[in-house]
């Protein structure tokens, strides 16, 4: 079965501090991963996906395979980062599959 | 351009009573998902079309729930003799390729 797990509900820091999101997933075969955002009273929107090895607003995420996590990075916190964020797997690469979601992470950023 | 639009963003029923949820997807977008989430949730899949094809509709919770998409464009879920556990938001998402594009949800809440 595919899951993804995101073990923090509230993540909060100061403003320029490193922050790290967690997600870690189960999947038996290679699974393409994604990272959501939803701002307040915004619609939830795609931050990055790992096959794409971006990096979109100072955030970037590895995907390790070993220890099947694919956290969420910026080294710098700003205020406008306090979101929530999503963690979600699509079980084929670069096909239009549903998405399987963690529960979220809501990032606040303390000035 | 326009983005994937919901009617209605509220939506409050009484127990027993049907409701109808509509999705009007990106122009073009072949692919089309529906998912809920619920409080403090993540959000789960519930099915999927490609064009006027239901592909997948798993994750359903019972069969008071139904979805159709008949022109391949505007999509609509129906939920029969809602139930309090029915309250959600309800989200709809378009694809062309691997990215889904999120609607702003509808929120149901089922008195």
């Known amino acids: 079965a595919q899951r993804v797990t995101q073990p923090e509900k509230l993540l909060s820091v100061f403003k320029g501090a490193p922050v790290e999101l967690k997600c870690n997933y189960s999947?038996?075969?290679?699974?393409?991963l994604f990272w959501y955002v939803q701002y307040s009273r915004q619609r939830l929107q795609l931050l990055l996906r790992?096959?794409s090895r971006e990096s979109i607003k100072g955030f970037t995420a590895d995907l390790n395979k070993g220890e099947t996590s694919f956290h969420l990075k910026k080294p710098f916190a700003q205020e406008e980062d306090s979101a929530m964020y999503y963690c979600?797997?699509?079980?084929?690469?670069?096909?239009?599959?549903?998405?399987?979601f963690g529960k979220g992470t809501r990032l606040s950023v303390i000035a | 351009g326009a983005g994937v639009s919901q009617s209605p963003r509220y939506k409050v029923a009484k127990r027993g009573q049907d409701v109808a949820l509509r999705c009007d997807p990106i122009?073009?977008?072949?692919?089309l998902f529906w998912y809920q989430q619920a409080l403090g949730q993540g959000p789960e899949f519930l099915t999927y079309?490609?064009?006027?094809?239901?592909?997948?509709k798993s994750g359903l919770p019972s069969d008071r729930f139904f979805a159709e998409r008949p022109e391949g464009s505007v999509s609509t879920l129906k939920i029969q003799r809602t139930q309090q556990e029915d309250s959600a938001v309800y989200l709809c998402?378009?694809?062309?390729?691997?990215?889904?594009?999120f609607g702003p949800g509808t929120r149901l809440l089922v008195l």
């Open positions: 998402a378009s694809s062309r390729l691997e990215t889904q594009y």
């Open positions: 999947y038996s075969g290679s699974p393409e």
């Open positions: 790992h096959i």
């Open positions: 979600a797997l699509s079980p084929i690469i670069s096909g239009n599959t549903p998405l399987v």
């Open positions: 122009s073009g977008h072949v692919s």
């Open positions: 079309f490609q064009n006027e094809a239901q592909l997948d």
